[in-house]
T-cell receptor, first 112, second 112 residues
Framework: GEDVEQSLFLSVREGDSSVINCTYT??????LYWYKQEPGAGLQLLTY?????DMKQDQRLTVLLNKKDKHLSLRIADTQTGDSAIYFC????????????FGSGTRLQVQP | GAGVSQSPSNKVTEKGKDVELRCDPI?????LYWYRQSLGQGLEFLIY????????KSGLPSDRFSAERTGGSVSTLTIQRTQQEDSAVYLC??????????FGQGTRLTVV
């Protein structure tokens, strides 16, 4: 089956690094994604990583993929109050349905 | 348009009535997805259209739900005989072969 799991809540202080973790079960995943959802808004694609990579960096964002453990993480450096949102991990499988399977989201709260 | 457009943005309906939700994907995007996000939950896949292929309806929760995509562009999600548990935000996303999925702002459906 396709399951994606995330912790529900993370609180950090402004300026600290945030690390949001995700585990998935589908070993045929081809792409893994991080989406951000601000209150009352749709989903914004932050970054994604192809399954044959183990790290991708994009400005303040670093994605780490451990394919053996099926573990994905998103690190946000120098976290700002504007980073407060819900972050969704998602995977796209390599076979069958090409839709994204999402985790339930991690609410990041950044305290000044 | 520049992004995925959904209408209406909010819909309040009485239990038992039918509703239609509309999605205008990004021009040229061949894939279109519908997801449902219940309060405090992750995204639940509903249906996926890819070009002229038969849609993947495996996520539709009951036969009260249906969707169509006319001319490979605009899509309509129809919920018949709405129930209170249908209250959620319905999100549409579109994707081309060379891009990742972009989401609309969603339609917030409230069944009273």
């Amino acid at each position: 089956g396709e399951d994606v799991e995330q912790s529900l809540f993370l609180s950090v202080r402004e300026g600290d690094s945030s690390v949001i973790n995700c585990t998935y079960t589908d070993s045929s995943s081809t792409y893994l994604y991080w989406y951000k959802q601000e209150p009352g808004a749709g989903l914004q694609l932050l970054t994604y990583i192809f399954s044959n990579m183990d790290m991708k960096q994009d400005q303040r964002l670093t994605v780490l993929l451990n394919k053996k453990d099926k573990h994905l993480s998103l690190r946000i450096a120098d976290t700002q109050t504007g980073d407060s949102a819900i972050y969704f991990c998602a995977q796209r499988g390599g076979t069958g349905r090409r839709a994204l399977t999402f985790g339930s989201g991690t609410r990041l709260q950044v305290q000044p | 348009g520049a992004g995925v457009s959904q209408s209406p943005s909010n819909k309040v309906t009485e239990k038992g009535k039918d509703v239609e939700l509309r999605c205008d994907p990004i021009s040229g995007h061949t894939a279109l997805y519908w997801y449902r996000q219940s309060l405090g939950q992750g995204l639940e896949f509903l249906i996926y259209f890819q070009g002229n292929s038969a849609p993947d309806k495996s996520g539709l929760p009951s036969d009260r739900f249906s969707a169509e995509r006319t001319g490979g562009s605009v899509s309509t999600l129809t919920i018949q005989r709405t129930q209170q548990e249908d209250s959620a935000v319905y999100l549409c996303a579109s994707r081309s072969k060379d891009t990742e999925a972009f989401f609309g702002q969603g339609t917030r459906l409230t069944v009273v």
